[in-house]
């Protein structure tokens, strides 16, 4: 099992929710983050006065899958969320010791 971690832009999330649906994702967790990388955060102007906003919004998806899925999720997500500039995010790939359902108490592969 693999859990991948992508923090993408917060205006492609419906987009990469669609693809992955359409690939047969039904488990994701949404969180909204702040971050920066490449991309550092930028100065804005309120009130008169100049300030660095460092972190900015981003959307990180949390989707737990089987071994033989990943190509096609790690695809779908790069497709979905690119928009070719800087700060279009990063996907992380971990493997998963074990996932267990709380309610049937399916452990493995039948708890996703």
Request: no cysteine; charged share 35%.
């Amino acid at each position: 099992m693999k859990k991948v971690e992508a923090v993408i832009k917060p205006f492609k999330l419906d987009e990469v929710k669609d693809k992955l649906n359409e690939i047969g994702i039904k488990g994701i967790t949404v969180s909204e983050v702040k971050g920066f990388g490449r991309q550092k955060g930028h100065t804005e102007l309120y009130r008169g006065a100049e300030y660095v906003v460092d972190f900015l919004p981003k959307i990180k998806l949390e989707i737990v899958i089987t071994d033989n899925q990943l190509d096609e999720v790690v695809n779908a997500i790069i497709k979905s969320a690119q928009t070719g500039r800087i700060g279009d995010g990063k996907i992380f790939v971990t493997s998963l010791e074990e996932t267990i359902r709380i309610r049937t108490g399916e452990r493995g592969e039948d708890a996703i």
